[in-house]
């Protein structure tokens, strides 16, 4: 069978989730190539193995511009901070790579504009880890919509809220324009836009009403490099320094079917630690999901007689039912949030072997529609108007 020899590009937080991924996911599935974990990537020069030898890459590196060129790498994954997914991505695609790249796709539209031209005149192919896409509870509210189970959607609310960046957590990329190119905004909207563009199949053509808020405006800077990511632990020293993105974004939007939209993306909504999801209302139904309960999809049916019309709890947990469920476990025997990158690294095996991914996946183009609506929101909060999206290009 054929082999992929795949590149990780970045060794923190998303490096150990698309690690993990890629050694599960032959455990689970059967996909039509097989991935070899060949080199990974990062920035320990004294300890350049610590991560490869952990997560079980074959060779380890620390040169992300050697690794990207190496003749034998099919599959560049980057997995870096926003500002390196530019500078990566088209020196890979330069060399002729498949890329898949965490998102948002680009920290500016206008890198996120070059890497598009970039693949498509290579004729590479381009994948985009919105991984939310396949938790089967998400998967199955796109299949849902498609087949017309909720008629004509008329409001669409979709929220993305954390906790996390309380005044104790230092000046990581996050905070800064240069690493992230937004806040909240980017990393937690573009999760949303990407969901809530994939479950209803329509595009966001206005934007209005958007704030933007930074609430902790200096931050302690950090010592040392964290060269295992955010998560490996940074220790903040004494001094400090300016947060130059956005703590919350919300706007309200337009899709292309007549649905008005509130979009919501927080860092400081405290007790809520990783609580994304949406709610569609339709003509004939409507859904809930909220990632905190990962497993269940909530659906209104309206065509049922009056007298028994209620909210459904679907536990999306049923093998040939439930998109990827029977890769997993028995009935009820949930997923978390591993599982959706474990989904994800098939859906890409599957397409690099010419076949159909399991529901739709998101390749630079798409990502590209979805950075274009987070640009029109930035504008829309720093000129205080509406925006149309055919003027952002
Ligand atoms: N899909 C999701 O749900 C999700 C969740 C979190 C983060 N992300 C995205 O993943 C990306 C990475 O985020 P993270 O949370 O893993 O960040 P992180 O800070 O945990 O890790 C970033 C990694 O990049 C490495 N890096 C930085 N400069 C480098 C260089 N020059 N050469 C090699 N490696 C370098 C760092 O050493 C670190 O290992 C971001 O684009 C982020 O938006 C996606």
């Given at each position: 069978?054929?082999?992929?020899?795949?590149?990780l590009?970045?060794?923190?937080?998303?490096?150990?989730?698309?690690?993990?991924?890629?050694?599960?996911?032959?455990?689970?599935?059967?996909p039509?190539?097989l991935?070899?974990?060949?080199?990974?990537?990062?920035?320990?020069?004294?300890?350049?193995?610590?991560?490869?030898?952990?997560?079980?890459?074959?060779?380890?590196?620390?040169n992300w511009e050697?690794?990207?060129?190496?003749?034998?790498i099919?599959?560049v994954?980057i997995?870096?901070?926003n500002?390196?997914?530019?500078?990566v991505?088209?020196?890979?695609?330069?060399?002729?790579?498949?890329v898949?790249?965490?998102?948002?796709i680009?920290?500016t539209?206008?890198?996120?504009r070059a890497?598009?031209?970039?693949?498509?005149?290579?004729?590479v192919?381009?994948?985009?880890?919105?991984?939310y896409r396949r938790?089967?509870a998400?998967?199955?509210?796109?299949?849902?919509?498609?087949?017309?189970?909720?008629?004509?959607?008329?409001?669409?609310?979709?929220?993305?809220?954390?906790?996390?960046a309380?005044e104790?957590?230092?000046?990581?990329?996050?905070?800064?324009?240069?690493?992230?190119?937004?806040?909240?905004?980017?990393d937690?909207?573009a999760h949303?836009?990407?969901?809530?563009?994939?479950?209803?199949?329509?595009?966001?053509?206005?934007?209005?009403?958007?704030?933007?808020?930074?609430?902790?405006?200096?931050?302690?800077?950090?010592?040392?490099?964290?060269?295992?990511?955010?998560?490996?632990?940074?220790?903040?020293?004494?001094?400090?320094?300016?947060?130059?993105?956005d703590?919350?974004?919300?706007?309200?939007?337009?899709?292309?079917?007549?649905?008005?939209?509130?979009?919501?993306?927080?860092r400081?909504?405290?007790?809520?630690?990783?609580?994304?999801?949406f709610?569609?209302?339709?003509?004939?139904?409507?859904?809930?999901?909220?990632?905190?309960?990962?497993?269940?999809l909530?659906?209104?049916?309206a065509?049922?007689?009056?007298?028994?019309q209620?909210?459904?709890?679907?536990?999306?947990?049923?093998?040939?039912?439930?998109p990827?469920?029977e890769h997993?476990?028995?009935?009820?025997?949930?997923?978390?949030?591993?599982?959706?990158f474990?989904?994800?690294?098939?859906?890409?095996?599957?397409?690099?072997?010419?076949?159909?991914?399991?529901?739709?996946?998101?390749d630079?183009?798409?990502?590209y529609?979805?950075?274009r609506?987070?640009?029109?929101?930035?504008?829309?909060?720093?000129?205080?108007r509406?925006?149309?999206?055919?003027?952002?290009?």
């Amino acid at each position: 069978m054929r082999e992929i020899n795949v590149a990780l590009i970045g060794e923190g937080f998303m490096g150990r989730t698309h690690s993990n991924a890629w050694s599960q996911v032959t455990k689970f599935f059967k996909p039509s190539v097989l991935p070899v974990m060949h080199t990974s990537c990062g920035r320990r020069q004294g300890h350049p193995k610590i991560f490869s030898n952990h997560w079980g890459w074959t060779h380890a590196s620390t040169n992300w511009e050697h690794t990207v060129r190496l003749p034998e790498i099919d599959l560049v994954d980057i997995v870096t901070p926003n500002f390196m997914h530019a500078p990566v991505a088209m020196a890979a695609i330069e060399a002729g790579k498949n890329v898949s790249c965490e998102k948002p796709i680009a920290g500016t539209l206008a890198e996120a504009r070059a890497m598009v031209e970039a693949a498509e005149q290579a004729r590479v192919q381009t994948f985009v880890w919105y991984n939310y896409r396949r938790c089967p509870a998400v998967a199955l509210a796109h299949k849902l919509v498609k087949d017309s189970a909720l008629g004509t959607i008329r409001h669409v609310r979709a929220f993305y809220l954390q906790d996390w960046a309380d005044e104790s957590i230092p000046l990581v990329w996050r905070f800064q324009k240069e690493g992230a190119g937004s806040g909240a905004h980017g990393d937690l909207n573009a999760h949303i836009i990407d969901m809530t563009r994939f479950v209803t199949g329509e595009e966001i053509t206005e934007i209005s009403g958007a704030v933007a808020e930074t609430f902790i405006k200096q931050r302690k800077k950090m010592t040392g490099t964290a060269a295992g990511g955010i998560a490996a632990g940074v220790h903040a020293g004494e001094s400090t320094g300016p947060v130059t993105v956005d703590d919350t974004l919300l706007f309200l939007a337009r899709f292309s079917g007549g649905a008005v939209a509130s979009f919501e993306a927080a860092r400081q909504a405290t007790g809520n630690q990783n609580r994304n999801g949406f709610e569609l209302n339709g003509t004939k139904g409507s859904l809930k999901f909220d990632f905190e309960r990962m497993n269940e999809l909530q659906y209104y049916d309206a065509t049922r007689p009056r007298a028994v019309q209620g909210w459904t709890t679907i536990m999306c947990t049923h093998g040939g039912d439930h998109p990827y469920a029977e890769h997993w476990w028995p009935d009820a025997h949930t997923l978390g949030y591993e599982h959706g990158f474990i989904n994800q690294a098939y859906d890409i095996l599957q397409v690099l072997g010419g076949h159909e991914p399991t529901v739709p996946l998101p390749d630079f183009h798409d990502a590209y529609q979805t950075q274009r609506v987070l640009e029109a929101a930035l504008v829309s909060a720093a000129e205080h108007r509406p925006v149309a999206l055919s003027e952002v290009r």
